[in-house]
């Protein structure tokens, strides 16, 4: 049973496309219909949505800066879009954000449900018997297997005391078209943990492991980006990511966000598909390929971070600021001071700007010079809340006080504690509290 959230600021189309989706045999459990991009924003972060269909031309937030803050939230979650521009920069930025389909104003009925169908399609997967999908691996493993001469040349590429890059890079443009030119690098690398699936996995099985692994890695960033994945010694897998000069210029998508949301859809579809945990690290994206060697380290460092945070399982290199520039790490002591300051940063800031309507995650990160990713996990540990709980939590208890104490209408209040729409305002409302603000103002 699929939830799917539709977004448009014409009623009518949003009326029709749920219309639509009812009356086929699409095993839908609820379709949420959203005004606005902030109204959107709501329901992504309270509901479990597999399916975002959105325009892209909304008013005060736009379908492009919904996706990018839907990634943040849920990367996950699969996208259509729908417009009634047919340009194709706005095509080639949907795409690049990870949209599974682009459509074109006035909406063929039946081609909509079938880029419907065919991306719910690929939502519904489970994990299968590990004996089964380890044998249904063994028959393939053989058609597909990487080269060990590439595997070598990348792995050499990336130690730390590699001398001649240029040279090694060289070999492996020879080499089945392997281009890393650059100039941006960064690495990202999974780890997988064999003891997580309920049992014990042979060595041999491992591989086969890997070997899936890699085939998620590839399946999830195939065409989107331009990157090279490979194995790395032990349960490794190592992908080395690139920008030209020209894609890392492109300021409207912030880079670190992306590589955080492909190593957070990363761990879901492993675990999700094949039944097994892993830790990721991300190193940080640096300039020319004399640092292959250290974006290698920074994504190894990074998974150590693990040790510490057992219930955690994608890490950032530069969330910990501590051993940029040395090889110490800090003692359980210093790390605790500070998450807790960040954790203190974090809700101040919420308390001073909860009502502001464009309030997101991803601004409240940017304040603490920490991922979206880290912080959210931060903050439920240390308060019990996760973070746009806690924002809700505010503007409902200061909205409550507002119908109580005032004589203020009700989109007045809805402005003040930060909701565009009055009617959206009395549905969070409803849900919080169980009754309507006019309930509760009798």
Known sequence: MYNILIVDDEPLICEGLSGLLASTGISIKNIYIAHSGYEALDYLR???????????????????????????????????????????????????????????????????????????????KSVRDTEDM??????????QEQLPGSTMLLNRL?????????????????LHAIELKGPYYAVIKIKLNLESGGRIISEKDGLL?????????????????????????????????QWTEERYGDTSIDKVNQLEMIARS??????????????????????????????????????????EFKDHYVFYYGDFKWGIYTEEEPTNDEIAAQNNMIVERTSNYILQNYAQKGL?????????????NYLSYLFKKKTGYNLWEYVIKLRMEESKRLILKTDLRRYEISEQVGYESPEHFSKIFKKYYGISPSEMKK
Not at 134 to 143: A, D, P, Q, T, V
Not at 158 to 174: H, P, V
């Open 46 to 124: 309270t509901e479990n949505i597999d399916l975002l269909v959105t325009d892209i031309q909304m008013g005060s937030m736009s379908g492009i800066e919904l996706m990018q803050q839907a990634r943040i939230i849920k990367p996950w979650v699969q996208v259509i879009v729908i417009s009634a521009y047919e340009t194709f920069q706005y095509a080639q930025l949907a795409i690049r954000l990870g949209a599974k389909d682009y459509l074109i104003k006035p909406l063929n009925n039946e081609q909509f449900l079938s880029s419907v169908r065919h991306v719910l399609l690929h939502i519904d």
């Open 134 to 143: 380890i044998s249904e691996l063994k028959e393939k493993f053989h058609m």
């Open 158 to 174: 990336l130690l730390k005391d590699t001398e001649d890059r240029s040279k090694i890079i060289s070999e492996l443009s020879q």
């Open 209 to 241: 492991l890997k070997y899936a692994v890699l085939n998620i890695a590839n399946e999830l960033l195939d065409m989107e980006w331009d990157y090279q994945s490979f194995y790395s010694p032990e349960h490794e897998i190592c992908i080395v990511m």
């Open 266 to 307: 990363l761990h879901f579809n492993i675990n999700k598909y094949l039944g097994f945990q892993c830790v990721i690290g991300i190193s940080q994206i640096l300039k020319g390929c004399d640092f292959l060697g250290e974006v290698h380290r920074q994504a190894s460092k990074a998974i150590q971070w693990s040790r």
């Open 360 to 372: 997101t995650l991803n601004e409240v990160a940017q304040k603490n010079h920490v991922s979206p």
